[in-house]
């Protein structure tokens, strides 16, 4: 019985796994590809290349829906293309927060605010150096680095890296040049110039030249009064000077260059184009988009967009918080309450929010991101649960960076906001909750991208009463949305195939258009209808309208759904517990073999305890003393051998009396 158990176990498990292989869930695809000179850092490589690495590190953590991160994405490509012969020094790397993949690993370095970027030294030890800040402007990030690389008090530089930081005297540069350095040069600069340290790391991988950088308060008593000016020191003591004419960082550069033969700017090519590569298995060329090849979706709200935002929003924008505790702990359950009261959902995922809600109403103390994910996956059971897949339906876009979860969030708040007015008007005596207040909450403590929370932030300041009510609240963000699309129509974010305009359009309502103006009792007749339950497009209905989803649907049933998932992981549970029992019984065993011999080592003690530890070796060794599992010694199983040879000896004479004595008969001697 035991094994055909086991062996059904082993066989839905493999089923499920082969229905797992099949399943295609949209994956959140970063902004970079492996043939950007930007460097695709997640959960799998960052060990490997950041902390291990001999290089700095400056990192930029993003979400892939993020409209802002998309925007400043061809900036940080353009400040990785121009830094990529700086590798030795400084690496130029991103991470996609937005990826399931790396939630833990964003949260392990309170990346909250999007885009943020953080600097890593050389052999990262887990110590605070360069903090995270979301400046985007390219000339402060460079000059963050190089702050940041050039600073020996915060960690020792290995020892192949440049000096970067200014030298005192002429005499420290004779102490670093070696034989391989046939042109020593000077930039003199000014205190917090930067151009000294921008052409050393710019020629880095020239071995010819050896390039240092002095201040100006160190050069004034050779009579340089021009800075910042470029220097080359002659071998007879003297000092030749260079770029006359184009005192800026590319004239200096290219002067130095023109020092050098062909053959020796060709193998500092050869060594800068030996930086490491993106080793991703990706085959998307970068620019080309996505195959999202599918037919129109009407303009309706679907479920699966609803169920795909709570999933993202939950076990991630939540996860990713080191500690919910505060004010952040006040904003998430006020949030959970107005979900859990007011989602227009199926009844097992409204359930499971009313789980979750009543859980975090008895907790005051602080919860973190573990705690919280572990807490999210042991309410769920059977018949309450949150569907594990993320599928844009409504809100796909025709590029996976387009679109998805911010549009799934606008559409999540307006079907919380037309659920409390239509709630409030079924049973007048229910006290409506504040959704716009949880929804203020939500965008100011999780919500990803940080320019997009100022922006709502700036728009709830202006919150009225009168705003507050279910009406009012259905109204208000609706003009907000509207705002909102207004100041980002034509940014790069926008998907092109769905630009932004102002909803509804006349084709959806043409009674809420007055000449240019809008009929608010119209509009709000509209929303009630468009965001309503009744008209929310189910789960099992969505496919319909999706081609791609066709052509799947004869590979896979269903998804996997969470209790499928669990019937999985307790399948496992299973075969793991089997195994445990077996290891049980032979370690049983073990123990009792170990104990036989114990008793017999006591018995040896007992009779040979007298002796000497030699003299009871050498017995041993006479008497060929072998313990086995039984018990016996060779003596014992000698004196069985000799009994066994006499037993036989004894049946043949006893055989020989009786059988063959039988047959003879004596002849008479009158015969």
């Known amino acids: 019985m035991k094994w055909n158990h086991m062996k059904h176990s082993i066989i839905?498990?493999?089923?499920v796994c082969l229905i797992g292989c099949v399943i295609c869930t949209e994956k959140a695809e970063g902004l970079y590809s492996p043939t950007s000179s930007v460097f695709i850092l997640n959960q799998n490589n960052f060990h490997q290349n950041v902390l291990r690495s001999d290089s700095g590190w400056i990192v930029e953590f993003y979400n892939s829906w993020c409209g802002h991160c998309i925007k400043f994405a061809p900036t940080w490509k353009e400040f990785a293309k121009k830094h990529e012969d700086w590798w030795p020094l400084l690496r130029v790397g991103a991470v996609n927060c937005a990826d399931e993949l790396n939630v833990e690993l964003c949260r392990s370095f309170h990346i909250e605010g999007i885009p943020a970027f953080m600097l890593f030294p050389p052999g990262y030890k887990g110590i605070e150096t360069g903090g995270i800040f979301h400046d985007q402007n390219k000339e402060f990030l460079e000059h963050k680095a190089l702050d940041f690389i050039s600073n020996s008090t915060l960690f020792q530089p290995p020892k192949f890296w440049p000096r970067l930081y200014p030298i005192v005297s002429m005499q420290d540069i004779w102490n670093e040049t070696k034989d391989e350095h046939h042109f020593v040069a000077f930039i003199f600069e000014e205190?917090?110039?930067y151009i000294g340290r921008q052409v050393i790391l710019d020629t880095i991988g020239y071995k010819p030249l050896l390039v240092r950088r002095m201040l100006k308060e160190s050069v004034l008593k050779f009579g340089i009064l021009k800075f910042p000016s470029l220097f080359l020191i002659n071998r007879d003591g003297t000092f030749t000077r260079l770029a006359k004419d184009d005192n800026t960082r590319?004239?200096?550069?290219?002067?130095?260059?023109?020092l050098l033969s062909p053959a020796q700017l060709k193998a500092g090519e050869k060594f800068l184009n030996q930086r490491p590569r993106n080793q991703l298995n990706d085959s998307k060329k970068e620019g080309e988009p996505a195959d999202n090849s599918s037919k129109v979706i009407r303009p309706a709200v679907y479920m699966k967009d609803l169920e795909s935002t709570l999933h993202y929003a939950l076990r991630q924008e939540i996860a990713i918080c080191q500690a919910l505790d505060g004010d952040k702990l006040t904003a998430l359950k006020k949030f959970m309450n107005v979900l859990s009261k007011y989602?227009?959902?199926?009844?097992?995922?409204?359930?499971?929010?009313?789980?979750?809600?009543?859980?975090?109403?008895?907790?005051?103390?602080?919860?973190?991101g573990d705690q919280w994910i572990t807490s999210l996956d042991e309410k769920q059971t059977m018949e309450e649960y949150l569907p594990e897949h993320v599928k844009w339906v409504g809100c796909k876009g025709s590029e996976p960076r387009f679109r998805g979860y911010p549009c799934g969030m606008w559409t999540l708040f307006h079907t919380l906001t037309v659920a409390a007015f239509q709630k409030e008007q079924a049973n007048p005596k229910d006290v409506p909750l504040d959704v716009l207040d949880a929804i203020q909450g939500y965008m100011k403590y999780f919500f990803g991208c940080q320019i997009c929370v100022e922006h709502f932030l700036k728009m709830a300041h202006k919150i009225t009463p009168a705003d507050k009510t279910p009406e009012g609240a259905v109204l208000w963000l609706w003009r907000a949305h509207n705002m909102a699309n207004s100041r980002l129509h034509g940014d790069q974010s926008e998907d092109p195939k769905h630009p932004k305009i102002q909803f509804p359009?006349?084709?959806?309502c043409p009674e809420c258009h007055n000449g240019g103006k809008w009929n608010d009792k119209n509009v709000l007749e509209f929303l009630l209808s468009f965001y309503g339950r009744?008209?929310?497009?189910?789960?099992?209905?969505?496919?319909?309208?999706?081609?791609?989803?066709?052509?799947?649907a004869a590979n896979e049933n269903k998804k996997l759904d969470w209790w499928e998932l669990q019937q999985r992981k307790n399948d496992l549970e299973k075969i793991r517990s089997l195994r445990n029992q077996k290891l049980e019984k032979r370690q049983q065993k073990k123990v009792e073999k170990l104990s036989k011999i114990a008793v017999i080592d006591k018995n040896l003690d007992l009779h040979f305890g007298h002796l000497s530890r030699k003299d009871r070796l050498r017995m041993t060794d006479e008497n060929k003393l072998v313990i086995s599992g039984w018990g016996f010694s060779n003596l014992d199983m000698s004196m069985c051998v000799t009994f066994y040879v006499l037993c036989t000896l004894m049946i043949l004479v006893l055989y020989y009396h009786f059988i063959v004595r039988r047959k003879y008969r004596p002849c008479s001697v009158f015969c």
């Open 12 to 15: 839905l498990i493999f089923f």
């Open 191 to 193: 205190p917090g110039s």
């Open 250 to 258: 590319d004239g200096m550069v290219a002067a130095l260059k023109n």
């Open 343 to 368: 989602f227009p959902g199926r009844e097992e995922v409204s359930d499971y929010l009313f789980r979750i809600s009543a859980w975090l109403r008895t907790t005051s103390t602080e919860i973190t």
């Open 505 to 508: 359009s006349k084709e959806l």
């Open 534 to 552: 009744v008209n929310i497009v189910p789960v099992a209905d969505d496919s319909k309208n999706d081609s791609a989803e066709k052509t799947t």
